[in-house]
C-alpha cells in the first residue's frame, strides 16, 4: 500500500465556549504520524492546546483552553510532527461564553397594597 496525502478528518467535540478551559478533543487523521511529540495549534491565539494526553499515528488527544476573550466563529487547527504539518480549516467553533462574567439583573421590587 503506497501512503497517500496525510489530512485530519476531523475533530471531536468541535466546540468550546470562550473562558471554558481542559475541553479534552480528539483529532483523528489519514496517513498521518501523529504522536506525543506532536504539536497542536489552532489559527486564533486565544485558543490553546496542551500536549498530547495520548497518540497513535492517526489519533491524538489534547487538553483545549478558550481565552475568555477569544473571537467567536471557527478556527483552523494545526498538528505538526516533525516535518510533517496538517491542517483542517474552519473546523473548531468558538462559542460566546459568560467568562465567569454575570449577566446584571435588576432589582425586582414588589408593592404591596391593601
Avoid: C, D, W, Y
Avoid at 44 to 67: K, R
Avoid at 76 to 89: D, K, M, W
Amino acid at each position: 500500500m503506497t501512503p497517500g496525502v496525510p489530512i485530519i478528518n476531523g475533530v471531536t467535540p468541535n466546540s468550546g465556549q470562550q473562558g471554558q478551559q481542559g475541553i479534552s478533543i480528539t483529532i483523528t487523521g489519514t496517513f498521518t504520524s501523529f504522536s506525543n511529540a506532536s504539536v497542536v495549534t489552532f489559527g486564533n491565539s486565544g485558543v490553546t492546546a496542551s500536549a498530547p494526553i495520548s497518540a497513535t499515528p492517526t489519533s491524538i488527544t489534547v487538553n483545549v483552553s478558550v481565552a475568555v476573550a477569544a473571537v467567536t466563529g471557527f478556527t483552523s487547527i494545526t498538528v505538526t510532527t516533525g516535518a510533517q504539518s496538517v491542517t483542517l480549516n474552519n473546523v473548531f467553533k468558538r462559542a460566546a461564553g459568560n467568562g465567569g462574567a454575570r449577566e446584571h439583573q435588576p432589582e425586582q421590587r414588589t408593592t404591596r397594597t391593601e
